[in-house]
């Protein structure tokens, strides 16, 4: 079974600059969470989805930062325009509803550098 | 609030030999889940070991265990015969029902298993 792919692996961009990434959730995960993670910290939570609804967004910081997620399966993340704090870790992970034990299998992530 | 605490940053220990991470947690919830989460170098998160909280059994997978103190709010891992393999950020973390399965993780410990 393949588990959760993420792209780009990293990605270095100038400050103001924008940029995305793309999540591809394991198949039939009905459940889509895209974490940040700064150096040396745990992961924090920036979006769930439930399908394709948003349900929790509320550390999104919604000036710049916008995700979608499309029919319900693939995701992508967006910063526009990318400032220097910015640079961080992105992972996504995916669950299955039916385990409600709340199991979360995470992508490799991606590591983006603003200069 | 939710939070998790670990208050070991670092850790060391000889291989085959037996180490514990410390991790303990606030919640005024009743019934919840808890993982220790653990990330190699290469950055892929994955889930070591989970206890429900209705349960009173310590979970145990192979090696590793968990000690779980639900008064005291207290969650360590014990990691028996160190491996090599081992070596990696250990993350503990909390959800619920209430939290939509979204994880809040601690800062981290950094577990170095030397030959």
């Known amino acids: 079974e393949a588990g959760v792919v993420q792209s780009p692996r990293y990605k270095i961009i100038e400050k103001k600059q924008p940029v995305a990434f793309w999540c591809n959730p394991i198949s039939g995960h009905n459940t889509l969470y895209w974490y940040l993670q700064n150096l040396g910290q745990g992961p924090e939570l920036l979006i769930r989805y439930e399908n394709e609804e948003a349900v929790d967004d509320s550390q999104l910081p919604k000036d710049r930062f916008s995700a979608e997620r499309l029919k319900g399966v693939d995701s992508t993340l967006k910063i526009q325009p990318a400032e220097l704090g910015d640079s961080a870790v992105y992972l996504c992970?995916?669950?299955?509803?039916?385990?409600?034990?709340?199991?979360?299998?995470f992508g490799p992530g991606t590591r983006l550098t603003v200069l | 609030a939710q939070t998790v605490t670990q208050s070991q940053p670092e850790m060391s220990v000889q291989e085959a030999e037996t180490v514990t991470l410390s991790c303990t947690y606030d919640t005024s919830e009743s019934n919840y889940y808890l993982f220790w989460y653990k990330q190699p170098p290469s950055r892929q998160m994955i889930l070591v070991i989970r206890q429900e909280a209705y349960k009173q059994q310590n979970a145990t997978e192979n090696r590793f265990s968990v000690n779980f103190q639900k008064a005291a709010k207290s969650f360590s891992l014990k990691i028996s015969d160190s491996q090599l393999g081992d070596t990696a950020m250990y993350f503990c973390a909390f959800t619920s029902y209430n939290q939509g399965g979204k994880l809040i993780f601690g800062q981290g410990t950094e577990l170095s298993v030397k030959p």
């Open positions: 992970a995916s669950s299955f509803e039916g385990d409600r034990g709340y199991e979360q299998f």
